[in-house]
């Protein structure tokens, strides 16, 4: 039986908790490429990055900083590289008013596995929408499901295509849930 795949998502609706900003490089400035942590890919790691909080409130294992990258605390983190090593990219960040170690958490791997036929709606984008570059790619997701046996041995992924989605197995979230990991949130994406 294929594996089960979820939807890693920040809890948002979680009351009085904090939100993180922008990554930030050694001199304050915004990074200038941050989509590069939701590529799919390793990225270069020997940069310091800082996230400011940008509105105070409970610190989470679990949130997303601008342009939804995934930055865990060190609980959070020992799971990922415990149960998914191949899988994921730590990269250490230090976040204001906090003594704890933080990491963006990279996917590193990249999958065509969206089965669109059991998705809720799939659009490409298409030469009449004037981005040449992007035509024939996803336009929009919505009620996203997977092909699970596409999947491999992954335990931790990015959809080809659809590199918002942060996609889970089932072993991942159980570990997760059981720490008490705080700031998460699961959809069910298995077709």
Known sequence: MPKRFFKLSDDVYRSG???LGHPLDHEGRKLEDPWRFRLGQRTHEDEYVRIPIKLSGEPLDYSHAAFSIPVVHARAASIFTGKAPDDVQLIPVEIDSQSAPHFILNATRLVKCIDDAACEEVRYWTPEDGMPEKTGTYASVSGMRIAPETVGDAEVLRPWGWTVALLVSE???DALERA????TRFTDVTG
């Open 17 to 19: 908790r904090w939100e």
């Open 180 to 183: 008490g990991i705080t700031g």
């Open 171 to 173: 072993e991942i979230k």
